[in-house]
């Protein structure tokens, strides 16, 4: 990953950072794991950032990836 990858993810990151934790907290009602599931779901996101960042909406990758990170921690 190129250091503008990298930014660009930071930006991401800055930008979605409450809409993202706010999602987390309505499906656990738990402050910590709230916490847990969003870097979580942050360090999967990072993981396929270039494909993510050409997607129409990369927020909404990420909140589905959110989805599947809780359902397998439910798990």
């Known amino acids: 990953m190129t250091r503008n990858d990298t930014e660009e ?7 979605t950072g409450p809409r993202l934790h706010r999602a987390a907290l309505l499906l656990t009602g738990d402050h910590h794991l709230t916490e847990d599931l969003t870097q979580a779901t942050y360090a999967r996101v990072y993981a396929s950032w ?4 050409q ?4 927020f909404a990758y990420a909140r589905k990836t959110l989805l599947h990170t809780y359902l397998s921690h439910r798990r």
Not at 55 to 58: E, H, I, T, Y
Request: without cysteine; glycine residues 0%.
């Open 9 to 15: 993810f930071a930006d991401f990151v800055r930008a």
């Open 50 to 53: 270039r494909r993510v960042s």
């Open 55 to 58: 997607a129409d909406d990369p």
